[in-house]
């Protein structure tokens, strides 16, 4: 998340997702981390403003004092919080090997976050753009196929941006595609999909 885009309508969309779900009981003991990419550190009104826009309370923004630009283990060493987590990387989940790795989350770090739980659901914001949403979702889903990387996960796609829930516990990710599916009821075929874990 770069604070440039703070606000923007993709920030709307996350909350209004997030408050459904949370409506609905299906995420808990939920935190966000923005992944600022910013040089300088968010000041508390940027952190306020994030908050009101994911509709979450301030307190459950992740702050840190490492920088995904230079210490990223610590970075993630630092990421304490133990229950449903979302992540909010400038582009999304890495695939391939180029642009700057701090705009990203890699998959083994999705990975290896969610299995800090059994029971944990860790969603993460896509950017999509440069390919139809079918496409860059189809390279993402591949990330999370190999062996060591396989989470089942559950997708809420539009044209330019998707959230992925992703879990080793396949009934938390099928509450949240099921809940999201019935809330869009016709409209859903084209929004959400469930991705089954696939060992290459």
């Known amino acids: 998340m770069n604070r440039d885009f ?26 966000a981390d923005p992944m600022s990419t910013d040089e300088e550190p968010w000041s508390p009104v940027e952190y306020e403003l994030y908050a009101a826009l994911l509709q979450v309370g301030p307190e459950q923004i992740i702050r840190h004092s490492c920088s995904l ?26 695939t391939g090997s180029s642009g700057s790795l701090y705009k990203y989350v890699r998959p083994s ?3 290896e976050l969610a299995t800090q739980g059994s029971e944990r659901l860790v969603i993460v914001y896509q950017h999509i753009r440069g390919q139809t949403r079918s496409d860059r979702l189809a390279v993402v889903q591949n ?3 190999g062996p060591g990387n396989c989470l089942e ?13 992703a879990a080793l516990d396949r009934r938390r990710v099928r509450m949240a595609h099921d809940v999201l599916r019935d809330f869009l009821g016709p409209y859903a075929e084209k929004r959400v999909t469930l991705w089954e874990c696939q060992v290459t």
């Open 6 to 31: 703070l606000g923007d309508a993709h920030d709307w969309m996350k909350g209004a997702i997030f408050r459904r779900l949370l409506e609905a009981k299906v995420i808990k003991n939920f935190a």
């Open 69 to 94: 630009r230079g210490k990223r283990q610590a970075y993630f060493r630092e990421l304490r919080h133990q229950g449903d987590l979302f992540l909010d990387p400038d582009i999304g989940i890495r």
């Open 109 to 111: 770090e999705v990975v």
């Open 143 to 145: 990330a999370f196929s």
């Open 153 to 165: 996960a559950a997708v809420y796609g539009s044209a330019s941006v998707a959230l992925v829930f």
